[in-house]
C-alpha cells in the first residue's frame, strides 16, 4: 500500500524567506512522487513530479524537490517566497505509473507574510 | 489547447436524491480518474475509467458509479445522497499509453452541497 505524509499542516513564512514542505512516503514499489498546489476553490496545478529519472527534480514557479530514498522523503522547497504562494499544497504518491491511482497527502497551507 | 472541465461547477441537492457530475478530459487523455475532497482534507480516489470500463476503485460504496464514453468524456454518478457526500469533486485526465510518462491534469471540480 502507498501513503504520504505531510509533516506540517500549516507553515507560515515573510515573503523573500525559503519556503520548506515536508513529506514522507510510504510505498511497496518504486513510486512516482508528484507535488500539486491548490489555490482556494480551484483545481490542482501540478507543480513538479519525480519519476524515477534525477533526484532533484525542478518544477514551475521556481519550486524543486528532492527524492532521497534512503530517507523516503520529497521535500519541496523555493529560495524566496512570494504572496503569491500561499496556497495549500499537496505531496502525492502514485506506484504503478503516472496515469494511475494517486494517493494525497493531507496537504500543507502555505501563507507568506509580509 | 482546452484543459480538463467540469459541469457543473456548484451543485445544490437535498438528502437521498441522486446527482450526475460529468468531466470532458484533456485533449488526448483516454483516462479519467474522479476524487473527491472534504472540506480540509485531501482528494480521496474513487475510481478511474479506461476504455469505457472501470479499471481501478477507491473505497467508496456502490452508491458511486460512473460511466466513459467512447469520447472519453466520463460521468460521476451518486445516488442516496447523504449530508456526508458534501465534497468537491474533482475529475482527472491522463493517458494510459505504455511509454507516457505525463502527470494526470485536474478540472477545477465541481462543489456539491448537501442539504
Known amino acids: 500500500a502507498q501513503s504520504v505524509t505531510q509533516l506540517d499542516s500549516n507553515v507560515s513564512v515573510s515573503e523573500g524567506t525559503p519556503v520548506l514542505l515536508r513529506c514522507n512516503y510510504s510505498s511497496s514499489y518504486s513510486p512516482s512522487l508528484f507535488w500539486y498546489v491548490q489555490h482556494p476553490n480551484k483545481g490542482l496545478q501540478l507543480l513538479l513530479k519525480?519519476?524515477?529519472?534525477?533526484?532533484l527534480v525542478k518544477g514551475i514557479n521556481g519550486f524543486e524537490a528532492e527524492f532521497k530514498k534512503s530517507e523516503t522523503s520529497f521535500h519541496l522547497t523555493k529560495p524566496s517566497a512570494h504572496m503569491s504562494d500561499a496556497a495549500e499544497y499537496f505531496c502525492?504518491?502514485?506506484?504503478?505509473?503516472?496515469?494511475?491511482?494517486?494517493?494525497f497527502g493531507t496537504g500543507t497551507r502555505l501563507q507568506v507574510t509580509l | 489547447d482546452a484543459g480538463v472541465t467540469q459541469s457543473p461547477t456548484h451543485l445544490i441537492k437535498t438528502r437521498g436524491q441522486q446527482v450526475t457530475l460529468r468531466c470532458s478530459p484533456k485533449s488526448g487523455h483516454d483516462t479519467v480518474s474522479w476524487y473527491q475532497q472534504a472540506l480540509g482534507q485531501g482528494p480521496q480516489f474513487i475510481f478511474q475509467?479506461?476504455?469505457?470500463?472501470?479499471?481501478q476503485r477507491g473505497n467508496f460504496p456502490d452508491r458511486f458509479s460512473g460511466h466513459q464514453f467512447p469520447n472519453y468524456s466520463s460521468e460521476l454518478n451518486v445516488n442516496a445522497l447523504l449530508l456526508g457526500d458534501s465534497a468537491l469533486y474533482l475529475c482527472?485526465?491522463?493517458?494510459?499509453?505504455?511509454?507516457?510518462?505525463?502527470?494526470?491534469?485536474f478540472g477545477d471540480g465541481t462543489r456539491l452541497s448537501i442539504l
Open positions: 475509467y479506461y476504455e469505457e470500463e472501470e479499471r
Open positions: 519525480y519519476t524515477s529519472a534525477a533526484t
Open positions: 482527472a485526465s491522463s493517458s494510459m499509453a505504455r511509454y507516457s510518462n505525463q502527470p494526470q491534469h
Open positions: 502525492v504518491v502514485s506506484e504503478t505509473g503516472t496515469a494511475s491511482k494517486l494517493t
